[in-house]
């Protein structure tokens, strides 16, 4: 079964309270948080208090995705804003502090992503597959909504599929950017099994609810 997380990067915050019922309505299990830091990737998002307050507006999977430079220092205060999914850029740290990240947040009872920018090999999160709930694809540079889909990298997808079976290993494969009603087929006949989707959910013509169905 596919879950669908929209990213609430492309919300309407001048409709936040519409928009986040709109999603509770919707067969959306996860909301995709994107925290951008200006210098990981050029672009400035949302910090913890935004994450508090919508956490408390849904019961839905808060999945948290660190494109920051130091998520190893600024975790635990998205933990306590109340992420349920921590997902950090593996480019972002050494793999020595990556998998101590990994321990400390299953500590706290989060779980806990690994994701790669495009240009980088999938190989690079070796270390990481028998340590972490999800592993997340990037089909866009991460930095902006509204991207074209990178087919190539299904190729990463299917990899890792492969390598969960191969070692019976458990972790879920989620894919972001680009992802529209065309491209969620593709990515979820390679193996994904949670979709983000920002500019598709929150621009359709017949709304939210009928988006995230369209995906699914
Ligand atoms: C990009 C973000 C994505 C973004 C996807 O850096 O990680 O989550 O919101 O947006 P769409 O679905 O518009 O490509
Ligand atoms: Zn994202």
């Avoid at 919508?54 to 999977?61: E, G, H, L, P, S």
């Avoid at 492969?162 to 990515?187: K, M, S």
């Amino acid at each position: 079964m596919t879950i669908i997380a929209p990213s609430v990067l492309s919300l309407d915050f001048t409709k936040l309270e519409e928009q986040m019922n709109a999603l509770k309505a919707s067969k959306a299990e996860y909301l995709h948080f994107d925290v951008m830091d200006g210098h990981f990737v050029p672009n400035l998002t949302f910090g913890p208090d935004i994450l508090k307050a919508m956490d408390k507006m849904t019961d839905q999977v808060m999945d948290v995705h660190l494109m920051i430079t130091d998520p190893v220092k600024y975790a635990d205060v998205f933990v306590k804003a109340g992420a349920d999914i921590i997902t950090f850029h593996q480019e972002a740290v050494s793999d020595e502090d990556g998998l101590k990240l990994c321990d400390h947040l299953h500590k706290k009872g989060v779980k806990v992503g690994v994701t790669l920018k495009p240009k980088t090999p999938v190989e690079a999160l070796l270390p990481y597959l028998d340590k972490v709930d999800m592993v997340l694809v990037m089909s866009v540079e991460p930095g902006f909504g509204g991207q074209s889909f990178m087919a190539g990298m299904l190729d990463k997808v299917r990899f890792l599929k492969a390598c969960r079976e191969a070692n019976d290993l458990q972790y879920l494969i989620e894919i972001d950017g680009g992802i529209d009603a065309n491209t969620a087929v593709l990515a979820k006949e390679a193996g994904c099994d949670i979709l983000v989707a920002g500019s598709y959910v929150f621009k359709h013509p017949k709304g939210i609810v009928e988006a995230v169905e369209s995906l699914l």
